[in-house]
Nanobody, 123 residues
């Protein structure tokens, strides 16, 4: 399963970008969706997530600047990034997580990743 991420590019500090990630419908409908980022030599870190029900969560470093949203009709998750800073420069990855349950008991998670899109914030 491949998630298709897009929207990265070069932007000046203070500027905005919107990332998009499309997923197959059978996955998207039941998955919590997230954006991660990773720089050279760094661990992949969670930027923002949104549950199937629309509950959002953000890393402290992006709160108030980034907004995650999902369009269930288009099977697409977005990351609106405003007031970008040079330290936001990274490769951004979208992630889908689908949980399997047996009754009410959690069995396992299925995790899918997009190919990454580069965001560069520089003057």
């Amino acid at each position: 399963v491949q998630l298709q991420a897009s929207g990265g590019g070069l932007v000046q500090p203070g500027g905005s970008l919107r990332l998009s990630c499309a997923a197959p419908g059978n996955i998207f409908r039941v998955a919590d969706m997230s954006w991660y980022r990773q720089g050279p030599g760094n661990q992949r870190e969670l930027v923002a997530s949104i549950t199937r029900g629309g509950s959002e969560n953000y890393a402290d470093s992006v709160k108030g600047r980034f907004t995650i949203s999902r369009d269930n009709a288009k099977n697409t998750v977005y990351l609106q990034m405003n007031s970008l800073k040079p330290e936001d420069t990274d490769v951004y990855y979208c992630n889908a997580k689908r949980s399997e349950y047996s009754g009410f008991k959690w069995v396992r998670d299925y995790v899918y990743w997009g190919q990454g899109t580069l965001v560069t914030v520089s003057s």
